[in-house]
Protein backbone atom coordinates (compact mmCIF):
# COMPACT_ATOMS: atom_id res chain seq x y z
CA UNK A 1 0.00 0.00 0.00
CA UNK A 2 1.56 3.68 -0.31
CA UNK A 3 -0.29 6.38 1.87
CA UNK A 4 -0.10 10.49 0.44
CA UNK A 5 0.45 13.80 2.40
CA UNK A 6 -1.07 15.88 0.05
CA UNK A 7 0.12 19.74 -0.11
CA UNK A 8 -0.01 21.98 -2.59
CA UNK A 9 3.82 22.30 -2.56
CA UNK A 10 4.71 18.96 -1.46
CA UNK A 11 3.04 15.59 -1.53
CA UNK A 12 4.71 13.15 1.31
CA UNK A 13 4.54 9.16 0.22
CA UNK A 14 4.89 6.10 2.50
CA UNK A 15 4.66 2.81 2.03
CA UNK A 16 3.39 -0.11 4.02
CA UNK A 17 2.65 -4.19 4.04
CA UNK A 18 -1.06 -4.92 4.69
CA UNK A 19 -0.13 -8.19 6.23
CA UNK A 20 2.52 -6.49 8.84
CA UNK A 21 0.35 -3.19 9.27
CA UNK A 22 3.61 -1.28 9.36
CA UNK A 23 4.06 2.02 7.10
CA UNK A 24 7.60 3.33 6.99
CA UNK A 25 8.41 6.73 4.91
CA UNK A 26 9.58 6.44 1.19
CA UNK A 27 9.73 9.96 -0.39
CA UNK A 28 8.61 13.24 -1.09
CA UNK A 29 7.74 14.37 -4.54
CA UNK A 30 8.08 18.55 -5.05
CA UNK A 31 6.49 19.25 -7.78
CA UNK A 32 3.75 21.78 -8.64
CA UNK A 33 2.50 20.66 -11.77
CA UNK A 34 0.25 18.01 -11.99
CA UNK A 35 1.79 16.41 -15.07
CA UNK A 36 5.34 15.79 -12.89
CA UNK A 37 3.81 14.77 -9.56
CA UNK A 38 1.76 11.65 -11.51
CA UNK A 39 4.76 10.91 -13.23
CA UNK A 40 6.51 10.08 -10.24
CA UNK A 41 3.54 8.63 -8.36
CA UNK A 42 3.14 6.60 -11.54
CA UNK A 43 6.99 5.49 -10.79
CA UNK A 44 6.32 4.73 -7.16
CA UNK A 45 3.43 2.46 -8.36
CA UNK A 46 5.28 0.48 -10.85
CA UNK A 47 7.76 -0.32 -8.44
CA UNK A 48 5.79 -0.94 -5.15
CA UNK A 49 2.75 -2.53 -6.99
CA UNK A 50 0.22 -1.50 -4.29
CA UNK A 51 -3.02 -2.53 -4.24
CA UNK A 52 -4.70 0.36 -2.34
CA UNK A 53 -3.48 3.99 -1.83
CA UNK A 54 -4.42 6.06 1.48
CA UNK A 55 -5.04 9.50 1.06
CA UNK A 56 -4.85 11.87 4.25
CA UNK A 57 -7.91 14.11 4.10
CA UNK A 58 -7.11 17.32 6.53
CA UNK A 59 -9.45 19.14 8.51
CA UNK A 60 -8.98 21.91 10.63
CA UNK A 61 -8.91 20.72 14.60
CA UNK A 62 -12.27 20.78 15.11
CA UNK A 63 -13.56 18.42 12.45
CA UNK A 64 -14.51 21.19 9.53
CA UNK A 65 -13.17 21.02 5.99
CA UNK A 66 -11.23 23.85 4.57
CA UNK A 67 -10.14 24.81 0.91
CA UNK A 68 -7.40 21.69 1.54
CA UNK A 69 -9.75 19.00 2.48
CA UNK A 70 -11.12 19.62 -1.39
CA UNK A 71 -8.15 19.82 -2.88
CA UNK A 72 -7.15 16.27 -1.07
CA UNK A 73 -10.25 14.99 -2.09
CA UNK A 74 -9.33 15.91 -5.53
CA UNK A 75 -6.38 14.15 -5.47
CA UNK A 76 -7.52 11.45 -4.48
CA UNK A 77 -10.33 10.65 -6.98
CA UNK A 78 -7.47 11.34 -9.76
CA UNK A 79 -5.24 8.96 -7.85
CA UNK A 80 -8.36 6.11 -8.22
CA UNK A 81 -9.18 7.80 -11.87
CA UNK A 82 -5.41 7.38 -13.37
CA UNK A 83 -4.45 4.43 -11.40
CA UNK A 84 -7.47 2.56 -11.10
CA UNK A 85 -6.64 1.59 -7.41
CA UNK A 86 -9.34 1.52 -4.61
CA UNK A 87 -8.39 4.82 -2.70
CA UNK A 88 -9.26 5.40 1.16
CA UNK A 89 -9.47 8.36 2.84
CA UNK A 90 -8.40 9.39 6.43
CA UNK A 91 -8.45 11.77 8.89
CA UNK A 92 -5.39 13.10 8.61
CA UNK A 93 -5.21 15.87 11.87
CA UNK A 94 -1.99 15.97 13.76
CA UNK A 95 -0.35 14.02 11.34
CA UNK A 96 2.32 16.54 11.00
CA UNK A 97 2.70 17.44 14.66
CA UNK A 98 3.07 13.68 15.15
CA UNK A 99 5.61 13.12 12.32
CA UNK A 100 7.42 16.28 13.82
CA UNK A 101 7.99 14.82 17.25
CA UNK A 102 8.83 11.24 16.02
CA UNK A 103 11.38 13.19 14.22
CA UNK A 104 12.97 14.97 16.68
CA UNK A 105 12.72 11.92 19.57
CA UNK A 106 14.77 10.08 16.69
CA UNK A 107 17.60 12.50 17.12
CA UNK A 108 16.86 14.71 13.78
CA UNK A 109 18.02 17.93 13.23
CA UNK A 110 15.99 21.37 12.20
CA UNK A 111 16.77 20.79 8.04
CA UNK A 112 16.19 17.03 8.37
CA UNK A 113 13.09 17.10 10.43
CA UNK A 114 12.34 19.89 7.09
CA UNK A 115 13.50 17.64 4.54
CA UNK A 116 11.57 14.43 5.43
CA UNK A 117 8.46 15.62 7.49
CA UNK A 118 6.23 15.07 4.62
CA UNK A 119 7.12 11.33 3.97
CA UNK A 120 6.70 11.05 7.69
CA UNK A 121 3.43 12.51 7.32
CA UNK A 122 2.79 9.97 4.72
CA UNK A 123 3.31 7.20 7.00
CA UNK A 124 1.96 8.48 10.21
CA UNK A 125 -1.66 8.57 7.91
CA UNK A 126 -0.80 5.01 6.27
CA UNK A 127 -0.34 3.52 9.98
CA UNK A 128 -3.00 5.31 11.22
CA UNK A 129 -5.34 3.59 8.27
CA UNK A 130 -3.45 0.17 9.38
CA UNK A 131 -4.31 0.97 13.19
CA UNK A 132 -8.23 2.15 12.59
CA UNK A 133 -9.20 -0.45 9.85
CA UNK A 134 -10.96 -3.60 10.89
CA UNK A 135 -8.64 -6.57 8.93
CA UNK A 136 -11.27 -7.49 6.92
CA UNK A 137 -11.78 -4.03 5.72
CA UNK A 138 -8.44 -3.94 4.54
CA UNK A 139 -8.91 -6.22 2.05
CA UNK A 140 -8.63 -4.75 -1.51
Given at each position: MLG???GEKRIGVAVGDLSLG????LATIAAEDNARRFGEIQKLIAEWCPTRL???LPMHSDGTEHELTR????FAHRLEGRFRLPVSLIDERFTSTAAESRLRESGAR???????LDEA????????WFDSSAPASKLP
Open positions: FDFIAHPVVGLSRRRESIRKNAACEILQS
